[in-house]
Nanobody
Framework: QVHLVESGGGLVRPGGSLRLACAISGSIFSINAMGWRRQAPGKQRELVAAITSSGGTNYADSVKGRFTISRDNAKNTVYLQMNSLKDEDTAVYFC??????????WGQGTQVTVSS
């Protein structure tokens, strides 16, 4: 079994910062792409950022220049540094990882609320 556990969500004022982390544990032989998606109420889940095993990154246009995705392969962890947060960043954030080949696993989600 494989488990993804997110942490770091919470309530922050507009302009503030949060750092999300997603720790992966279990029967892991290899981790390929990792990433973050988010889902706001009444909206579809959307890509926020992704990172390949070699460190290549991809971001949604709405977060470019504000969010940074990174990974620590020794810790099997992916991070999302979120700066200059806006009201519209409010959502449940889910991490995902392609593990032991192409099987995609998901975390349970962590709430990020941006509000004054």
């Amino acid at each position: 079994q494989v488990h993804l556990v997110e942490s770091g969500g919470g309530l922050v004022r507009p302009g503030g910062s949060l750092r999300l982390a997603c720790a992966i544990s279990g029967s892991i032989f290899s981790i390929n792409a990792m990433g973050w998606r988010r889902q706001a109420p009444g909206k579809q889940r959307e890509l926020v950022a992704a990172i390949t095993s070699s460190g290549g990154t991809n971001y949604a246009d709405s977060v470019k220049g504000r969010f940074t995705i990174s990974r620590d392969n020794a810790k099997n962890t992916v991070y999302l540094q979120m700066n200059s947060l806006k009201d519209e960043d409010t959502a449940v954030y889910f991490c995902h990882a392609d593990i032991n080949g192409s099987t995609r696993y998901w975390g349970q989600g962590t709430q990020v609320t941006v509000s004054s």
